[in-house]
């Protein structure tokens, strides 16, 4: 299915967000058995290789150019790779990912706090509503090292989708993602090596499962936000929580109480409203779209859209922005 049709774009992110799931389900799996850096220091190796048949699409010509975004991406990225093994391995599958889901509402705060987008009670309410969400699903006095990873990802995830508005426009979605991961792996090697676990060959497969997983969802997320505006598929985004249920269920016996389906109610909601809001508002006109999921932003930054953008006066981005809010508003709006 090529993405050309909301439909068939629905249809990819729906399967996209089950391929995640499963990537998560494979670090979880081998969690509580694995040299955790080792395991994160894998997982790069291993995605760069996968990428090297792209080359082609990597501007030889301007090979660092915003090396020191990338770099500051890359290392924010890796934190948030540590942090979403912890989280995994401790949290029960859905609770991980609807603390996962935050990241979004993250975005919208820094972006008022730091961008000066223009502020609206809708999102006010949208990021008090995120942060009750989390509250009421990890509850305080519940608190654990696997909650505090959880929200350090969502924390990650939300930096590296803000900082896509500093990368260079016109840079293709691989040749950022081989910088980000090229500067990412010395800090891993070296953080594996401090280690000094012997070579783990559990956590070889299980970085080399998750890679090809998490690859998957990239390629169905590409294919999805090519043709179609963001703001028209942005239910299927939180597919990824329903997933995270049934599987979490099925494979691991986990059964989320009623504080978990009213926080990601809270967090996810208020996000849901607004894009299918944005949708409407938008038919009949293109918008800057997101390439990239809400979730995975230090697996796949969304830039595909920046050199649209970022030729348009700011004033018109800002329009835009506000109009097309979904599940990364300040990766859509400026570019990921």
Same mark, same amino acid.
């Given at each position: 299915?090529?993405?050309?049709?909301?439909?068939?774009?629905?249809?990819?992110?729906?399967?996209?967000?089950?391929?995640?799931?499963?990537?998560?389900?494979?670090?979880? /799996?081998?969690?509580?058995?694995?040299?955790?850096?080792?395991?994160?220091?894998?997982?790069?190796?291993?995605?760069?290789?996968?990428?090297?048949?792209?080359?082609?699409?990597?501007?030889?010509?301007?090979?660092?150019?915003?090396?020191?975004?990338?770099?500051?991406?890359?290392?924010?990225?890796?934190?948030?790779?540590?942090?979403?093994?912890?989280?995994?391995?401790?949290?029960?599958?859905?609770?991980?990912?609807?603390?996962?889901?935050?990241?979004?509402?993250?975005?919208?705060?820094?972006?008022?706090?730091?961008?000066?987008?223009?502020?609206?009670?809708?999102?006010?309410?949208?990021?008090?509503?995120?942060?009750?969400?989390?509250?009421?699903?990890?509850?305080?006095?519940?608190?654990?090292?696997? $909650?505090?990873?959880?929200?350090?990802?969502?924390? $990650?995830?939300?930096?590296?989708?803000?900082?896509?508005?500093?990368?260079?426009?016109?840079?293709?979605?691989?040749?950022?993602?081989?910088?980000?991961?090229?500067?990412?792996?010395?800090?891993?090697?070296?953080?594996?090596?401090?280690?000094?676990?012997?070579?783990? /060959?559990?956590?070889?497969?299980?970085?080399?499962?998750?890679?090809?997983?998490?690859?998957?969802?990239?390629?169905?997320?590409?294919?999805?936000?090519?043709?179609?505006?963001?703001?028209?598929?942005?239910?299927?985004?939180?597919?990824?929580?329903?997933?995270?249920?049934?599987?979490?269920?099925?494979?691991?016996?986990?059964?989320?109480?009623? /504080?978990? /389906?009213?926080?990601?109610?809270?967090?996810?909601?208020?996000?849901?409203?607004?894009?299918?809001?944005?949708? $409407?508002?938008?038919?009949?006109?293109?918008?800057?779209?997101?390439?990239?999921?809400?979730?995975?932003?230090?697996?796949?930054?969304?830039?595909?859209?920046?050199?649209?953008?970022?030729?348009?006066?700011?004033?018109?981005?800002?329009?835009?922005?506000?109009?097309?809010?979904?599940?990364?508003?300040?990766?859509?709006?400026?570019?990921?």
């Amino acid at each position: 299915m090529s993405g050309r049709t909301v439909s068939g774009a629905m249809f990819l992110l729906v399967v996209g967000n089950l391929l995640a799931i499963v990537s998560d389900i494979i670090i979880k /799996w081998a969690s509580g058995d694995i040299a955790l850096f080792q395991f994160v220091a894998m997982r790069l190796v291993i995605t760069l290789a996968l990428l090297l048949p792209f080359l082609g699409l990597v501007d030889r010509g301007r090979l660092f150019a915003g090396a020191r975004v990338h770099w500051v991406r890359a290392h924010v990225g890796l934190f948030g790779i540590v942090c979403m093994v912890i989280a995994l391995g401790s949290l029960p599958l859905a609770t991980a990912n609807a603390i996962f889901y935050a990241a979004p509402v993250l975005v919208l705060l820094l972006s008022l706090l730091f961008f000066g987008e223009r502020f609206r009670p809708a999102r006010l309410l949208t990021v008090l509503a995120g942060f009750a969400g989390v509250l009421v699903i990890l509850r305080p006095s519940e608190f654990s090292l696997g $909650a505090l990873a959880a929200v350090g990802l969502a924390v $990650a995830l939300a930096v590296t989708a803000i900082l896509v508005r500093k990368l260079p426009a016109g840079q293709s979605v691989v040749h950022s993602l081989l910088l980000n991961y090229l500067f990412a792996l010395p800090m891993a090697l070296a953080l594996a090596l401090f280690e000094g676990a012997p070579i783990d /060959w559990t956590a070889m497969k299980a970085a080399l499962g998750s890679a090809l997983f998490i690859l998957g969802y990239n390629v169905t997320v590409l294919l999805a936000y090519r043709h179609v505006d963001a703001g028209r598929v942005t239910a299927a985004e939180y597919s990824g929580l329903l997933w995270a249920f049934v599987l979490g269920w099925l494979v691991f016996n986990e059964v989320p109480d009623a /504080w978990f /389906w009213l926080g990601a109610g809270l967090i996810a909601g208020p996000l849901l409203i607004q894009g299918l809001r944005a949708s $409407a508002r938008q038919a009949g006109r293109r918008l800057p779209t997101a390439v990239g999921g809400s979730r995975r932003a230090t697996d796949y930054p969304a830039v595909e859209a920046e050199s649209a953008s970022a030729s348009r006066p700011a004033a018109d981005r800002d329009r835009a922005c506000d109009e097309n809010p979904g599940p990364d508003p300040s990766a859509r709006c400026s570019a990921d």
